[in-house]
């Protein structure tokens, strides 16, 4: 099981935590739910924390998923077998919005999604998409066939107002809002 | 059980998906996992989907955690029994930062934190922090005793740099890289 040598990292000498008794509490098709005791290096205050991981991460892939940022589209998908983050992020941009990338611009490190309830985490991919092309003028989606997903383009600068007055009966994911705030705040703040 | 009850959003109209055989395939003291079947309602597509949920949050709660934007500081807490999102998030900065906040200008819609694995959620709040009041002019955390946080105040035009310098060892949270990304892209788009 990974989950005994998952703690690899929170071991090293800047973690304040110590851990055992790490254990498998439920074990599905697609998630592990694990808990685990802890004990403060300062204190020695001890608690238990239970979380939950994706049993889907491919052996040796950067994360569990990837979002990608091209210019004002932001899709999340799961990284597949044998692919780097930036193809996942190619092909899921093609797959979900129909727009072929014209350049892969920067990639994050990965980055954890839920940290204080799970492992699971993505990439940041920033696309570039070539609205000019021949390809990308009646982009096409690609869906898997349970996938209900609707590409929706909105202007950089008016993303935050977007979000607030969209349908209250619409979820928004964190990330998505988080970006918005970002791109309003740096508006206000310039440098 | 609320897991029943949980999908009475998802099964309203807008929602492409039917649902059935919602179960509890583990149920700790913080978190449950669930199991759910569901069909397409387009071309009825089967799939099963698995789940993670708090057990934490308080009923009538705005939502499970709050995420607190007061100009460079970003902290997350969990909405404790009877508060307010905006109570959570002026007692979390005090806790995790020592600072005070001197006004709250505006909050969020519950949004999620991972929508993909788990119901997790939380409210932005935003704070105004008064850096020449007195209180704040040696700020002191008061943390739980099991809590392990070090401040780190960074200029905001700055934050996407400060991320991608930072020690790989160091995970960090999606949503405060998507926040980055997104003050990094206003500047470069610009209206």
Redesign the interface.
Known sequence: MESVTQSS?EE?N?C??TLWDNCV??N????Q?R?VR?K?KN?G????????H?NTKPVGAPAD?V?I?A?VTKN?GLIDNGETAEQAAIRELREETGYTCSKVISQ???????????D???C?V?CEIDGDAKENQNPKQHLD??E?IEVVLV???K?LDYL?NMD????????????????????I???
């Open positions: 990292k090293n800047v304040p935590y509490v439920f599905g098709k697609w998630i739910a808990q802890f403060t204190n205050q001890e608690g238990v924390w239970q979380s939950v994706r998923g979002s940022i210019k999340a994050s490190v990965e980055c954890f999604l839920d940290p204080g309830l799970t699971d985490s993505q940041f920033i066939s349970t209900a202007e950089h600068s993303l607030r209250k009966s619409i979820a928004v994911e964190a990330g998505l809002y988080a970006y918005a705030y970002g791109a309003h705040f740096a508006k703040f310039g440098k």
